[in-house]
């Protein structure tokens, strides 16, 4: 016997094995009985992928908002990126997006360098944007909602603390000169700052008002 003629014997056999069960299944239940187990098998798959993908879902929005709402450790954010850009590069844009909107929370509500505060707060905006126009389909409706509500209150957020950061870098500078002259020049910039914030009307004017007065109150101890 050739080998041409085992592997089609091979063949056939593997054929045999795989129509047999059909055959008697056809047998015991018939036609109708047959088409039943088919639409049931359809169905049992459909249900099993839809599952499968709802539980796929849940857990990349359960990711989404951990990143969102925590700043990840540098390594940590390097072998989540790595994990996923193997298996899912558009998922991967997402989650880095979102690490790079985290850590520019981070800084430009603490900075008191007004360059980059004012640089980070761009960039909440501006990646924010691209998320709502590249990703937002990747995140079920309340968590794109979370997004940006999140983005929206650090840009409402920062023009308060913006200004009370710069003037509090002046206060502490101010705290390590030695002549009252140093002092109260470093101490007018404090309420310099807090005068534009209040003059632009975009923060928390109570806040920097209140800020400002505690400034005054300083410099009146130099007067």
């Given at each position: 016997m050739t080998k041409k003629e085992?592997?089609?014997?091979?063949?056939l056999v593997i054929i045999g094995v795989i129509v047999y069960p059909f055959v008697w299944l056809y047998e015991q239940i018939g036609v109708v009985g047959l088409v039943l187990c088919g639409i049931g098998v359809v169905a049992a798959f459909i249900y099993?992928?839809?599952?499968n993908a709802k539980q796929d879902q849940?857990?990349?929005d359960e990711l989404v908002l951990?990143?969102?709402?925590?700043?990840?450790?540098p390594d940590e954010a390097r072998r989540i990126n790595r994990k996923l850009a193997?298996?899912?590069?558009?998922r991967s844009a997402l989650i880095r997006n979102l690490q790079i909107i985290r850590d520019s929370i981070e800084i430009s509500l603490s900075s008191k360098k007004r360059a980059t505060a004012e640089s980070r707060a761009q960039s909440v905006e501006e990646l924010h944007q691209e998320v709502l126009h590249e990703h937002a389909s990747l995140v079920s409706e309340s968590v794109l909602g979370e997004i940006n509500d999140v983005c929206a209150h650090t840009l409402s957020v920062f023009?308060?603390?913006?200004?009370?950061?710069?003037?509090?870098?002046?206060?502490?500078?101010?705290?390590?000169l030695k002549t009252d002259k140093s002092k109260i020049k470093?101490?007018?910039?404090?309420?310099?700052?807090?005068e534009e914030g209040i003059a632009l009307g975009r923060g928390d004017s109570a806040a920097l008002k209140s800020a400002l007065a505690r400034v005054e109150a300083q410099q009146a101890e130099f007067a």
């Open positions: 085992v592997e089609g014997i091979g063949a099993w992928h839809i599952h849940k857990a990349f951990y990143t969102l709402h925590n700043r990840m450790p193997k298996e899912n590069f558009p023009n308060t603390k913006l200004f009370i950061n710069i003037s509090n870098g002046h206060i502490e500078k101010a705290s390590t470093y101490l007018g910039l404090a309420a310099e700052a807090l």
